[in-house]
């Protein structure tokens, strides 16, 4: 790939963290495990920075260029790091439509209990709001028990 000036510039992809298998790692290579079996990238090549939840894998253009001698292994390995960016990108949309879902019924739950204070309401309506506000937060619980537990404890308390 070039850059307006004409100059080569290297290519980003961003993998998975469980993709990467350091125990198979060679001295001139990083390891990285694929569907079909292993994906290994020339450490001369290959810039890795890790963050939170995937690492960023940069590759230099000429070994990713088509011009070279082994023009088949470049087409195989570009493929192969859009396949692993691809798992990513869809586990981190599965984490995100999660999150969503955790953030609306925290949400509803706010707000059943939020329409049930003041002064002019009953007794009698406040605690059939905290029953439906505790019935919602149930469904945390399937969805991710670690803050269903969270909530329950600052629910009870």
Same mark, same amino acid.
């Given at each position: 790939?070039?850059?307006?000036?004409?100059?080569?510039?290297?290519?980003?992809?961003?993998?998975?963290? %469980?993709?990467?298998?350091?125990? %198979? *790692?060679?001295?001139?290579?990083?390891?990285?495990?694929?569907?079909?079996?292993?994906?290994?990238?020339?450490?001369?090549?290959?810039?890795?920075?890790?963050? =939170? =939840?995937?690492?960023? &894998?940069?590759?230099? =253009?000429?070994?990713?260029?088509?011009?070279?001698?082994?023009?088949?292994?470049?087409?195989?390995?570009?493929?192969?790091?859009?396949?692993?960016? *691809?798992?990513?990108?869809?586990?981190?949309?599965?984490?995100?439509?999660?999150? @969503?879902?955790? +953030?609306?019924?925290?949400?509803? %739950?706010?707000?059943?209990?939020? @329409?049930?204070?003041?002064?002019?309401?009953?007794?009698?309506?406040? @605690? @059939?709001?905290?029953?439906?506000?505790?019935?919602?937060?149930?469904?945390?619980? +399937?969805? +991710?028990? &670690?803050?269903?537990?969270? &909530?329950? &404890?600052?629910? =009870?308390?």
């Amino acid at each position: 790939m070039l850059n307006q000036n004409n100059l080569p510039m290297a290519q980003i992809y961003h993998f998975k963290k %469980s993709s990467r298998d350091k125990k %198979s *790692d060679y001295d001139t290579s990083y390891a990285f495990r694929t569907y079909t079996g292993w994906l290994h990238l020339n450490k001369m090549a290959t810039k890795l920075t890790e963050f =939170d =939840d995937y690492i960023e &894998v940069e590759l230099e =253009d000429w070994y990713l260029s088509n011009d070279n001698k082994n023009i088949d292994q470049a087409i195989k390995r570009r493929l192969t790091c859009e396949k692993l960016q *691809d798992s990513y990108l869809s586990y981190k949309q599965k984490k995100m439509t999660k999150k @969503e879902r955790i +953030d609306k019924i925290l949400k509803e %739950s706010h707000l059943i209990i939020n @329409e049930a204070t003041g002064t002019d309401i009953t007794k009698s309506k406040k @605690e @059939e709001a905290r029953r439906e506000s505790k019935k919602k937060l149930k469904e945390l619980k +399937d969805l +991710d028990p &670690v803050i269903y537990e969270r &909530v329950k &404890v600052a629910f =009870d308390g």
